[in-house]
């Protein structure tokens, strides 16, 4: 139904605080695209921008290829999903669903059919005559999603819609906000600081930081290849393990490979480990000693931290292990899934 | 929105925490009644002294039960009208007052949630300047004003008019600060919400702040109403006709220095019916408000 161009799009505040500092993102029809980043990247800026609710201080935003950047943000016909819902506390669940639809001057008969068929879809059905207070989080939340469905709109915003709810009713509802997505094919930005949410939902992940991007593209291609050290040390829970090069030498490492001169840094995902594998499969990776320092068992799989060349490093065992605090263990990495990252934290 | 808190059950010893004997107890009704009682005698002795005649008043000592002269003493006050004061009736008096208690109190309202609307939700050049020259004027006491006002009132020939009485008294910077630091509460997320719903400005002041402000206006109409009915100095001031008092005015004008001449059970009986309408106000508003309050809290 429609796409979402932004072109080098900047925010600076008035004090001279600049939020976001020349963003590009395209958006294809239908895809939901997540921008993922730690507090203050310029995440929420960029979708109010997007939305109409901050003004663009450079660059353009265009939504289905008109420039909307002086548009408001009723004309933008964008609907979107709150953090804390924004529910009219006042109104009841049918009226709240049914505002933005009267203030477009939609006729009476239209608007119960569009607010009754979103309830049902959402299962709301029942909790049409109450107030939002007497709606629990997860209700709550339901409404704040069916009053941005009932609209139709173009765009769909989400700005951590889930991050109120315990974490059971967020993995639940993660799933049914993807599921709607597809099922009605609206074009959505969605904003989190949740990197599992961002991996889970995204069609096109953006990882932002500082009011730039630091990498974007499908989120297992992010995963694989992380541009940076940030974007390793972001996506993906436990991090990757990082640890610093002394001139091409890792400190206590028994072997490593051929390393790239400007590499500073060493990064494996603890899931690459392995503990006390077959050397002769592991020609030409990592090998290193490492001191256990602690044990994690968490059922399906156990992670274990160790001390091992000048850093700590977290390694993923499945099921559950016999390892105790205070082992030493050989630690390997295939040579394929080592990553090399610069003095300036970019991949080599 | 807050989740609803379940009380901790009251326990009998919750109940006893101040007087834990009965004696205690008891002490502490008596000093209650007794607190009552003087609060409450000079009213009923007012009450008292409007059902006997002039000559009973007159006469001490004052019975302290009630006479017969109930219905002759009101309906003269009420419609007959009273000789001090030209014979304006005290009905005249009580519209009077009323007109001008609900145009203080519902002006106030309307100009300090507008101003506040305004300072909160839109920025404008100079909001702060404005802001904090609302601010200063709660530091001028409308008695310091009070002769400029007057000469602005003649000059405009608003003397003897409810305009006269009522719009110099409709600006509020308290109320003003009231509903602006209530406004500051309402989350950004919700006026937000309802820009991308399609609500204008006027659109969102209608049909999201007014219905969210229903108690704090009820609130702060009690209190407006209150004071516009007990204004005394500008009245006084910006009034000559007896039929343009109002019933505080009034009553002081009743009241002449030799006792002979003051008609004591009329004064009385208007002392009584200057009571009964801020009471009213504050009854009635009361479970209004309290149904406000369970509404938003539930």
Known sequence: MATVDLKDVRKVYPGGVEAVKGVSIAIPDKALCVLVGPSGCGKSTLLRMIAG??????????????????????????????QNYALYPHMKVYDNMAYGLRNRGMPKDEVDKRVRGTAKTLELEHLLERRPRELSGGQRQRVAMGRAIVRNPKVFLFDEPLSNLDAKLRGQMRVEIKNLQRKLGVTSVYVTHDQLEAMTLADVLVVMNAGLIEQQGAPLDIYEKPSSTFVASFIGAPPMNLLPLRSGQLEGAVTLPAVADNA??????PEDCEVGADDAALDGGLRLMANVAGVEPVGAESFLYCDAAGGRIVVRVPGRTEVRIGDQLPIFARREKLHFFGSDGKRV | MAEPKALPPASGHDKLMIGQSKAGIYMAHAILILGILIVAFPIYYTFVASTHSLQTILRPPLPLLPGDRFLENYSEALFGGVGRIGGVSVATLLINTTIVAFGIAIGKIIISILSAYAIVFF???????????????????????????YKVMVDLGLIDTYTGLIVPLIASATATLLFRQFFLTIPGELVEAARVDGAGPWRFFWDILLPLSRTNIAALFVILFIYGWTQYLWPLLVTNRNDMNTIVIALRKMISFADADTEWHLVMVTSMLAIVPPILVVVLMQRWFVRGLVDTEK
């Open chain 1, 264 to 269: 500073a840094t060493l990064g494996f995902r």
């Open chain 1, 53 to 82: 609710l901050e003004t663009i201080s450079a660059g353009t935003c265009s939504i289905d290829g008109k420039v909307v950047n002086t548009i408001g943000p009723t004309e933008r016909d964008i609907a979107m999903v709150f």
């Open chain 2, 123 to 149: 920025r404008f050049p100079g909001r702060m300047f404005f802001f904090w020259l609302i601010f200063i004027t709660l530091m001028l006491p409308v008695e310091v004003r009070i002769l400029p006002t």
